[in-house]
């Protein structure tokens, strides 16, 4: 008979699994009030609970089945992202996912997660007393870089980028020495050209457009200008859903995936947008404080990772959103629309919940 220790209800972070699960009903309702919201409400719903079923689940396994198959897990999603070339669809310009009947799959989501898995199962098995240099990064940035061109070339310029900030991170959190910082300024100087020719001509001018929008209004400035206004006709307490006209009149492009932040806006106003920010803050800060308790540096490099991977998105999101970072294509984490995300997000969250529980029952 299956034996379910009591004590994890006990130590079962309530606030942020509720935290997290806030932004899931909020996800449902934002898609549904938008112009898309009868198409895809009733799949987002779905996605939110398998999300919560999966946090659950991964909550209660053995921490040490995560470990043990981290790279296996990496190298299977590194398979998939190797497919999506061969038999993935085309979607908004880019080749990204692949369809399995009913629904889709976004493998360069579930990369995020696997990367910090790996990352840190590595970490945890070459430990050094000493700081880290370059020949002691060679196979951590293999792993990094492999995946990472391979996004590129979908072409996925924004989780790209949340890759590598996360690999990044990660190596920084273990520490390096001074030179290995001089070098890697120079090289990421030396790369800028060949990493700019990976991108489509179409990700140069959004990044160009980011400068002054107004000089291409019709085309590649034209997300961020209409997501401008949708923000600021927003005003402090919002239009309403009903009388959000820059959704409702499809102004607002992508307002239930990449620029669903600005619905929010719109529709909720000024106020609201920062409550929705305290929310994220709360569980960014959260999830931070679990490096208290850590036992393991598998366990603190998979906190610091699902940190900055939720973060940044956040960041570059509202970023992208209000104009202050280029539009690179990157969801608002639980809210915006798509099963990839979603569930990649829900999954890091239950690993959280199950590092604190562990240490908490065997502290």
């Keep these: 008979m299956l034996q379910i220790d009591k004590r994890k209800f006990k ?19 934002l898609i549904y009030t938008t112009d898309a919201g009868k ?5 987002q719903i779905l996605w939110e609970l398998i999300g919560v079923f999966l946090c659950l689940l991964v909550a209660n396994i053995d921490l040490k089945l995560i470990k043990t198959y981290a790279f ?17 669809f085309v979607g908004h310009g880019a080749k990204r996912w692949i369809s399995l009947g009913f629904f889709n799959i976004q ?31 060679y196979l951590p940035f293999a792993l990094i870089l492999f995946p990472a061109v391979l996004i590129i070339k ?18 920084l959190s273990v520490g390096v020495k001074k030179t ?21 001509n179409y990700q140069k001018e959004r990044l160009i457009a980011f400068i002054n929008p107004y000089l291409s209004p019709h085309t590649y400035g034209y997300h961020i200008i209409q997501s401008e206004i949708a923000v600021g006709s927003g005003g402090l307490f919002g239009k309403t859903a009903a009388g959000a ?19 929010f806006c719109e529709q909720w106003g000024f106020i609201s947008a920062v409550l929705l920010i305290s929310l994220y803050l709360f569980i960014i ?79």
């Design 180 to 200: 290995f910082l001089i070098k890697s300024v120079i090289f990421f100087l030396i790369a800028m050209p060949f990493f700019w020719s990976l991108l489509k």
């Design 107 to 137: 493998p360069s989501e579930f990369m995020k997660l696997a990367i910090i898995l790996v990352l840190a199962a590595y970490f945890d098995e070459y430990i050094k007393s000493s700081k880290y240099n370059f020949k002691d990064l």
């Design 11 to 29: 130590y079962f972070d309530y606030p942020l699994f509720v935290a997290v699960c806030l932004l899931g009903v909020l996800s449902v309702f």
């Design 285 to 363: 800060f959260r999830c931070l404080s679990f490096i208290d308790i850590a036992s393991s540096i598998f366990e603190k490099i998979v906190i610091i990772g699902v940190t900055v991977m939720l973060s940044v998105s956040m960041i570059f999101n509202i970023g992208m959103t209000i104009g202050l970072l280029p539009v690179v294509g990157v969801p608002l984490p639980f809210v915006s629309y798509g099963g990839s995300a979603v569930i990649t997000n829900f999954i890091a969250i239950g690993i959280l919940i199950n590092i604190k529980i562990k240490n908490q029952i065997y502290r």
């Design 154 to 171: 979908q072409p996925d310029l924004g989780t790209a980028l949340i890759i590598l900030i996360i690999g990044l991170a990660i190596i």
């Design 39 to 43: 198409i895809f409400y009733n799949k």
């Design 72 to 88: 296996a897990f990496y190298i299977f999603v590194l398979f998939v992202l190797l497919v999506v070339f061969f038999i993935g």
């Design 245 to 263: 006209t820059q959704t409702i009149l499809n102004f607002l492009p992508e307002n239930h995936t990449d620029f669903i932040f600005a619905a």
